[in-house]
């Protein structure tokens, strides 16, 4: 037990390591790794921990459905193929599903364009007591349309009729933008998690050929992820820009190594964990008034056994 005790203690610091600290620039190479280096911790001690964690987890769900006073949001982004899905899959499979809503947010439509770009994620957002996955989210705007600017003019913003008017500042206010949408989130009620699976490139490429090689999996593989590949360097400038604009003390952005899969579920687990863990969910507490009539129900409802039992052994 003291063994199990030191892992988690160890775990609680290594997490704090994948936290990006507000205001600080991010240099995704150097500051956070994409791989694990396997020394503290086994696979094995690994997902025991993860089990043991998402059953903690399951209990605060259940508390946070009774206590009805606030909502997690989990945002996850990721480069194709750094396992967003497969993370929901294992990592979440512990929750009730009627208290989970998972959003995939694609391509805008014609109506989502032709309101502002968070519109369609107020609309996907978790009530009190409900947890929301956002996979992909309201960052997708300032990732997928910054290495492709030419996305922006879709949205018919006034002042914006070319890439040439898009200048730094129209990222610097959207960020700010984003910001203020959170803190309204979180000023309600809402609690903000919000994930960046860690990839590799060379981890890409081998994730990319085990889809084209086994046939259940070409599904999950597209023309246009080879493409986006190409964008690979734009896009790692863009994620390290939104991240240190973005990651605030109430909303921090976690960067979790997604090179081992296992690795990454049992962060992603830990974080859910000790993030709720924050909230010091508990049961709604009863009047001594309802305790006294609990009590007179339930005498009520064993005297109704009584008639069942006498008849049963007159016969």
């Known amino acids: 037990m003291k063994k199990r005790t ?39 001690e690994g997902e025991i921990l993860l089990k043991e964690g998402l059953e903690h987890v399951s209990q605060m769900q259940d508390k946070l459905y009774a206590q009805d006073k606030y909502s997690v949001l989990i945002v996850l982004q990721a480069m194709d193929a750094a396992g967003k899905d497969g993370a929901v899959k294992h990592v979440l499979s512990g929750l009730n599903p009627s208290g989970v809503k998972v959003t995939s947010f694609k ?38 349309t910054r ?23 129209f990222w610097e206010e959207r960020y700010k933008q984003i910001n203020r949408f959170e803190k309204n989130l979180i000023d309600n009620g809402t609690i903000i998690l919000k994930i960046f699976l860690h990839v590799s490139k060379d981890e890409q490429r081998k994730r990319f050929i085990e889809r084209i090689d086994n046939p259940e999996k070409n599904w999950k593989f597209s023309v246009a992820d080879a493409q986006e590949r190409q964008h690979w360097d734009a896009y790692m400038q863009a ?72 008849k049963s052994k007159q016969s």
């Not at 997490?15 to 791989?35: E, I, S, Y």
């Not at 909303?251 to 993030?275: H, I, M, N, S, Y």
Request: charged fraction near 30%.
């Open 6 to 44: 030191d892992k988690r203690q160890w775990f609680e610091q290594y997490l704090q390591t994948l936290r990006v600290k507000p205001g600080k620039k991010v240099n995704l190479r150097k500051d956070f790794a994409t791989d694990y280096d396997h020394k503290a911790l086994t696979k094995e």
């Open 107 to 144: 391509t805008p439509s014609k109506e989502e364009l032709d309101h502002d770009y968070l519109w369609r994620h107020y609309k996907a957002l978790p009530a009190r007591g409900e947890i929301g996955i956002f996979n992909r989210s309201h960052y997708e705007n300032v990732l997928v």
């Open 147 to 169: 290495v492709h600017p030419e996305y922006i003019l879709n949205e018919h913003i006034p002042g914006i009729n070319s890439v040439k008017d898009i200048k730094s500042s």
């Open 239 to 310: 994620y390290e820009e939104m991240l240190a604009a973005t990651s605030t003390k109430e909303a921090p952005w976690f960067v979790l190594p997604a090179d081992d899969k296992w690795f990454t579920r049992l962060c992603l687990g830990a974080v859910l964990t000790f993030e709720f863990e924050k909230l010091h969910l508990a049961y709604p507490a009863v009047s001594d008034a309802t305790r006294q009539q609990l009590q007179e129900i339930k005498t009520a409802l064993l005297a109704e056994e009584q008639p069942a039992k006498k």
